[in-house]
């Protein structure tokens, strides 16, 4: 039974390759890749000024009012990073509907360049999420996430040191299957936790999935408090918590104390510098200033009545529920910034493995003639089928993606079997 169900988990580890494996790779390169954000958009765009002797910041509302008189239309945030040698940023929606980011010198109010629709790398987030396909894109990322959950698993099994058979070791030479098949396993067995981390922890973004999962901590009262987010700007969801990612702003009364004056409550507040200012898009809807945070416990989001400045929420990580703090520092971990340095090396370390997976699989199959793994007991596909669906129903869009690779999984072994006994030749009675 022993070797019957590990042929039959090594069949199906390699099917779920088959399935998502240029997906997974498109990931890891866009994960990679996003690891470095800070300094891939420094590299591309004016992100670092210089500071002359003397000079003092100019007032966030001259700023805005210079790139408002520059663009032509209204700005609807600015960024004030935590570091005085780095530009600001001020954000305006242009007549076509792009979002233009002027990059502003805060020293002399020199424009120094911009960025549309988030540039260079939120079309690499895009990639990564699949988000130019739309919701379809996001639901794919689910599937396959969920599949590669079920190749580590899998893979810790079929790699789990066993008599005269290491966990961690590449034996003969390049020109032979064994080569590659010691690598893939080596590669594998020693980032499966990591990949394993990287999936679970990228599940939080999907529709679905997240979805239900918000409800359920929100449900059990350990999420977040109710937040007061301005409606009109999902940019603003973007650079809020996770968890504080819902719900909608009240009206209030009309008239504005100006952004100066939130500007200075929020630095008596204790947050003076690397935070997001999103303004009031409509009468009496409040301001937003929301920490750009790192770490998930500097997560902060404090929203101010434009009309007398009282401070309507100040919603930090102690806040928070169990439930929504684990899901943050998930988050923050996932994206290498939980840890410092170290972190990121280890996300990084994860996403190259991964690539390289996706890259010695093919070269390994075709080292076995392109054949597939060889069909095992029913007894031993039953089990493996049953713990599959055990997994779906933790993850239902990947569980109905397994079905219907069980339900063909099935009809081949059907067709095969009729084949060898209705076949060309063969009759009845097998004569």
């Given at each position: 039974m022993a070797q019957g169900l590990y042929r039959a988990i090594w069949?199906?580890?390699?099917?779920a390759g088959l399935i998502v494996l240029p997906v997974l790779a498109l990931m890891a390169v866009t994960g990679a890749l996003y690891l470095y954000k800070p300094e891939i958009e420094a590299l591309v765009y004016p992100v670092h000024v210089q500071q002359q002797d003397g000079q003092s910041l100019l007032s966030p509302s001259h700023i805005i009012s210079i790139v408002e008189r520059y663009a032509g239309s209204k700005p609807t945030q600015l960024l004030r990073p935590a570091s005085d040698t780095e530009s600001w940023r001020v954000t305006t929606r242009a007549a076509d509907g792009q979002t233009i980011v002027y990059f502003v010198d805060a020293f002399d109010g020199r424009i120094l360049g911009q960025m549309r629709n988030g540039g260079l790398m939120q079309l690499v987030r895009d990639l990564h999420?699949?988000?130019?396909?739309?919701?379809?894109?996001n639901r794919l990322v689910e599937v396959v996430a969920g599949w590669a959950i079920l190749l580590c698993l899998t893979g810790l099994y079929l790699r789990w040191p066993r008599r005269g058979r290491p966990a961690l070791a590449v034996r003969g030479r390049p020109s032979g299957r064994l080569f590659w098949r010691d690598l893939?396993?080596?590669?594998?067995?020693a980032s499966a936790l990591v990949i394993l981390f990287l999936a679970v922890t990228g599940m939080p973004w999907t529709d679905v999935w997240g979805g239900e999962l918000r409800a359920v901590i929100a449900a059990n009262g350990a999420g977040r408090p109710p937040m007061k987010v301005n409606p009109w700007a999902p940019a603003a969801k973007q650079a809020l918590p996770w968890t504080l990612r819902e719900g909608g702003a009240t009206a209030g009364a009309s008239g504005d104390i100006g952004v100066d004056a939130v500007v200075?409550?929020?630095?008596?507040?204790?947050?003076?510098?690397g935070y997001q200012l999103f303004l009031?898009?409509?009468?009496?809807?409040?301001?937003?200033?929301?920490?750009?945070?790192?770490?998930?416990?500097?997560?902060?989001?404090?929203?101010?009545?434009?009309?007398?400045?009282?401070?309507?929420?100040?919603?930090?990580?102690?806040?928070?529920g169990i439930g929504a703090k684990a899901v943050e520092w998930g988050v923050a971990t996932h994206m290498g910034q939980q840890y410092g340095e170290a972190?990121?090396?280890?996300?990084?370390?994860?996403?190259?493995?991964?690539?390289?997976?996706?890259?010695?699989?093919?070269?390994l199959w075709w080292k076995r003639g392109l054949g597939a793994p060889p069909?095992?007991?029913?007894?031993?596909l039953r089990m493996v089928a049953g713990m599959m669906l055990a997994l779906g129903l933790l993850f239902p869009l990947t569980g109905l993606s397994m079905v219907a690779a069980l339900t063909?999984?099935?009809?081949v072994g059907r067709i095969r079997r009729a084949w060898f006994i209705f076949g060309p030749g063969r009759t009845m009675g097998g004569a």
């Open positions: 069949r199906w580890h390699f099917h999420s699949l988000a130019l396909t739309g919701p379809v894109g893939h396993g080596t590669l594998g067995f200075r409550i929020a630095a008596r507040r204790g947050l003076s510098s009031p898009a409509s009468p009496g809807a409040p301001y937003l200033v929301s920490a750009i945070a790192t770490r998930a416990d500097a997560a902060r989001a404090i929203t101010i009545a434009a009309a007398d400045g009282a401070v309507v929420q100040d919603a930090d990580w102690r806040q928070f972190n990121r090396l280890l996300m990084l370390a994860g996403c190259l493995c991964l690539l390289a997976l996706c890259l010695t699989a093919p070269l069909p095992a007991q029913p007894g031993a063909g999984e099935w009809l």
